[in-house]
């Protein structure tokens, strides 16, 4: 068959619209202070396909519902929190990411887009449904997953590096009542060790001006007591919509 | 009707999936940095709905193609461009936000990815079709779009922003060779004026270390000859994954 035909015919071929089905899947992030771990809420897949795998927690968009609809429905179905930090991450959508795709299966395009949530470990508490396995899974320990959702994933980490380098984030994560070495183990944990040296993380965040001191000192270990500091969102306010650096 | 109930028979209706097709719109920037104006590229719609209004140049994504791809093709259909800076913007999914939704029309939700793209005003070169309209317009001077594309792009405009004041896109625009006034300008023309006064920026960009002096002096207007400036990929490189702020 001559080239040129071929080419007719899959450009004709290629013309039809895909139809799609739309999901929304939660890259829900925590970090467990006590322990430094950077954690992700992963659910057990109770039914096909990757059934028996761990994956993001997720759900199809159902008639009138909006995308963040179904983001925050997905959230208040896996886990209660009393604050949470949501914005949308990305959305991942090329052909063959899903095998319902298949012309055997539901012959439709599987859509993903993908939020990225934050929440206070000490906080959160996971809602076991009875049915399917649900999890804090330490992201630098994660299993293989269902879908494409390792990258979703390896997406939704670097968002979070990026958003603790420009952003006021952290204090959405960390405890009220805060030690500047508790916010350094934080940005350790995220960033991973090097990122910065502490005396310099510590003066150039102090100097920033929203970080107050409470007067109230805490004893951890062997050091000595260290102050509490709470982040001053009025102080934050003006410096809001300027570029920063935290680190 | 007690609420109960009709609280049952709503929630039924609302576990119903919705169906979708999926749409690509493309919010493409460019600074005319001759006359210091901020451009986005537009079409007139050819078809219902909004026939004959000015709208982001979009497609719906074919059987077999990527997002990506969609985006690509209809860049390809609008423009040629030797460089240009492609990324995925947000996706855009409510419900309501195309009349071709209506039962009585398609019947199916139609979501939007958005991408945002950057082009060098010199170089790109708009590919009129013979059929419908295409025009680059300030963006000060907005007409009402079609759907929901005024949104769209003011959220592309403030990630142009953000972008100049995080990243050196503003490279990918200027022409190879730029004065640092021509750099100051572009800033100005994107960010507003009184965005930074000129010689804190000059010093604050010219520590970064990566533009370099060509050697070359220009002469415009009245003014002292200025020298030509190179961004300097090289000296970059080593500050890529380092937070910084440009401005």
């Keep these: 068959m001559p080239r040129t035909h071929r080419k007719t015919t899959s450009s004709l071929i290629g013309e039809k619209l895909a139809d799609f ?24 897949r109770h039914e096909e396909p990757f ?14 519902e909006s995308l963040e ?8 179905e896996k886990i209660r929190a009393r604050n949470l930090y949501l914005e949308q991450l990305y959305t991942f959508g090329g052909p063959d990411r899903d095998p319902r795709e298949a012309k055997d299966s539901y012959d439709v395009r599987y859509l993903s887009v993908s939020y990225f949530a934050l929440v206070r470990f000490a906080e959160a ?10 999890a804090w899974y330490p992201v630098d320990q994660l299993p ?24 006021p984030v952290a204090f959405d994560v960390l405890p ?3 030690t500047l070495s508790d916010l350094f183990q934080l940005y350790t944990t995220v960033l991973g060790e090097n990122f910065s040296d502490y005396s310099n993380f510590r003066s150039r965040l102090l100097k920033l001006g929203f970080l107050s001191d409470t007067g109230v000192k805490v004893s951890r270990g ?7 500091y709470r982040f001053d969102a009025e102080a934050f306010a003006p410096l809001k919509d300027k570029p920063l650096v935290f680190i």
């Design 21 to 44: 089905r739309v999901g929304v899947d939660n890259a829900i992030f925590s970090v467990d202070t006590a322990q430094n771990r950077l954690l992700v809420l992963l659910v057990m």
């Design 51 to 64: 059934l028996g795998q761990w994956s993001l927690p997720g759900t199809l968009v159902r008639q009138g």
């Design 69 to 76: 609809d179904a983001a925050y429905r997905i959230l208040s």
């Design 125 to 134: 508490e996971l809602i076991a449904d009875g049915v399917s396995g649900i």
């Design 144 to 167: 293989e997953l269902a879908f494409d959702h390792n990258k979703i994933l390896e997406y939704g980490h670097r968002r979070l590096r990026n958003k603790l380098e420009y952003s």
């Design 176 to 178: 009220e009542l805060f």
């Design 222 to 228: 062997a050091g000595r007591p260290a102050s509490l």
